[in-house]
């Protein structure tokens, strides 16, 4: 399908599967087109016809194709003129992402820690489960020195 249409000072432009569609005033930013005395347009391939300001023109049209061909510039224009940038984060949100860095981390090892332990408990392995409260208590330690650390930087 193939579509230029004006209406209502909105424009539609189909060419296959892509499409563009904004007000006539952002199209001609998009477009650096001034469509002159363009205000009603329905161009339409399946009906082979071409109606300008309630008026019927002769189909196919050279400048409709040719707006229909760009259909791929004025989605790339509209997208670059409506780019938002992302916001930085705030302090508070910075502080928070490392919190859960470090949390995750310890989250992950002291999985590790259970899972070992629980091999220990069912072998009756005693030695391996005195390694495993150490290596607990040492995770649960270095994770509070990380927290710390955070808290003093801020």
Known sequence: MRVFQI?????LIIN???????????FKLD?????KDLNEVIY???QEC?????EFKEYPNVDFEGYIDNVDI???AKSEREYVPPKE????????NKINEIMAANDEQIADIKDAMLVAVLTDDTELQS???QEYASVIEDTNNKLQEVKAND
């Open 7 to 11: 209406q209502k000072g909105e424009i």
């Open 16 to 26: 296959g599967d892509k499409q563009y569609s904004d007000t006539v005033e952002n």
């Open 31 to 35: 477009s650096e087109l001034t469509l």
């Open 44 to 46: 339409d391939n399946y």
């Open 50 to 54: 071409c109606v300008v300001n309630k």
């Open 74 to 76: 004025y989605i790339k």
């Open 89 to 96: 984060p705030t302090e508070e949100e910075k502080l928070l």
């Open 131 to 133: 390694e495993l409260k």
